[in-house]
């Protein structure tokens, strides 16, 4: 795989961990081709899937289609925490009827963190892999009884303290240290990682496997056994769409998958006074439990990465590139300020956004349909880094009809939902956002917000 001299500035400027990572681009499809799996996508998922059905079945011929390069889109623009969880768990576990099949999920989750971990041990990836744990930190009073609880749910559903565990805010400053920390919830399931390193790392082990990967190669359309590309069609029983946010692109794929972006800073590398006074030695993972969500972790080299809500934009466009000036970099400085007011004035070396995937009931999914030979998997809300692995090994079982205890979990299921025709979607997402503001504005100032408010916005979001 070769990176053309054209696109190595623009790629370097897309994010810090692009910045500071060597990537190649593998060349583009120039020719018809037949093999037995096809995927589209070649972010984690993509990567994941066929890894998996090489190492479950090395005579098959598997083969990557990418729009742009492996790990241009969130794959190599998240946060970097590999994290044993998933959105819209509590669905699962909330429900007597799907609670045991939920507790499953949830320890097949916790196990894929470490599956991760072996698999860059034995691959040689050199990702910056550092599994210190995570801490959802309580920054207001709300918070604290908010996470207390959660501990208290954690116990009830049969997980000990060697899953999750409520510090308080003596134990909580022991692995990082604010004066807005009142105690965490704190995981062990969780490594913190450099991303892009882990994409490109992925992309060299299934080449090693026989993976034929095709870069600047968009699939303009699926069809029953044929991915169809400008340089060619590839032939194929089985299709994998692994498009996460890009799904849209795809025709006959609209209103899937919601493109919503999540925006990221990260800072110059920070003096090792700074980080005694900040703490995070073992590299744990850092947030808190406000609705718009933050999240953080300590670089290899010793700088933060940090990132927050973004936002939609109109009709599901998905933005690539974004100006230092846009106001959601201020907040997020702000927000990290307050959590840290040491490194008030540090330089913001870096600024970047990317397009994570939401499905209509904010659940990520896996299936298949074999009479129309596609499968798929996505809408990890953010979450994708460990989950993609899960949803890879479930897709390999699935192609290969292996009866497994990952075919038998709940998240494998039917087609998403759509989500709604615009303007109808832009409102809502719009609305969920600005609520969603004003709630975590008040409780992160002490206040009590109020219940109608809060009900409102959780409807917003079950709808």
Known sequence: MALHDETEKDARSLSFWHATADYVSPPPLTSDVDVDV????????????????????????????????????????????????????????????????????QRALFETVNEVGRVVGREGIDCHWAKGGTLNLATAPVHERHLRAEAGRWAALGFDEKDIRWLDAPESNQHVRSPKNRGALFSPHCAAVHPLRLVTGLAAAVEKQGVDLYGETPATGIEKGRVLTPGGVVRAPMVVRATEAYTDSIPGRRREILPFHSMMIATEPLSPE?????????????????????????????????????????????????????????????????????IEGVEISHCWGGALGITRDWRPGVGIDRGDGVAWAGGYVGEGVAASNLAGRTLADLILERQTPLTDLPW?????????????????????????DRLDQAELAGRRPARPMSALYDWIVKK
């Open 38 to 105: 096809a995927i589209v996508g070649g972010g984690f998922t993509g990567l994941w899937t066929a890894y998996y059905l090489k190492s479950l079945d090395p005579s098959l011929s598997v083969a990557i289609v990418e729009a742009r390069f492996p790990g241009f889109g969130a794959s190599g623009r998240n946060g970097g925490w590999c994290l044993g969880e998933l959105a819209g768990m509590a669905t699962y576990l909330e429900d007597p009827a799907t609670r045991e099949p939920g507790v499953r999920l």
């Open 412 to 436: 494998v299921g039917g087609a998403f939902e759509k989500w709604e025709f615009e303007p109808l979607r832009w409102i809502g997402v719009a609305a969920m956002n600005a609520i969603g």
């Open 274 to 342: 700074t980080w005694q006074e900040i703490g995070l030695a073992a590299r744990e993972t850092f947030g808190d439990p406000r609705r718009s969500v933050i999240y953080g972790q300590r670089t290899a080299d010793d700088r933060i990465a940090f990132g927050a809500r973004g936002g939609y934009f109109f009709g599901s466009r998905i933005r690539s590139r974004f100006s230092p000036d846009e106001r959601a970099f201020a907040q997020a400085r702000q927000s990290l300020e307050e959590l840290f007011p040491t």
